[in-house]
């Protein structure tokens, strides 16, 4: 999938505030798209509904985001997305440190 058909299945930050834009997205996707990181783990904190998730699983091997609360929506977002490398954990990392994998 491009990056202009991934940056197309979410809002951008003016259309949803809580997000981060689709700007800042394009930038990371740019950085990460090297050969160097497809069989890499990815963790991101602050998952909240799974749109910068959805786009570190094409970039990665696998991805684990962690949301304070919630990740019921961001892990509905990417597996109606096709997207099965990405794992959520909801856990608060400041009082209970980040989630251990086997």
């Known amino acids: ?23 800042f997205k394009g930038d990371v996707y740019e950085f990460f798209n090297t050969e160097e990181h497809t069989d890499k783990t990815c ?30 929506k961001a892990e509905k977002f990417c597996l109606d997305n096709g997207r099965s490398n990405v794992t959520f954990y909801a856990q608060d990392v400041y009082t209970n440190g980040l989630p251990v994998t086997a």
């Open 43 to 72: 963790l991101e904190i602050g998952s909240h509904l799974g749109y910068t998730t959805f786009l570190l699983s094409f970039l990665f091997k696998t991805v684990y985001g962690v949301n304070e609360k919630e990740v019921d």
């Open 1 to 23: 999938m491009n990056l202009d058909t991934i940056l197309s299945k979410f809002p951008d930050k003016f259309e949803w505030t809580t997000t981060t834009s689709k700007k």
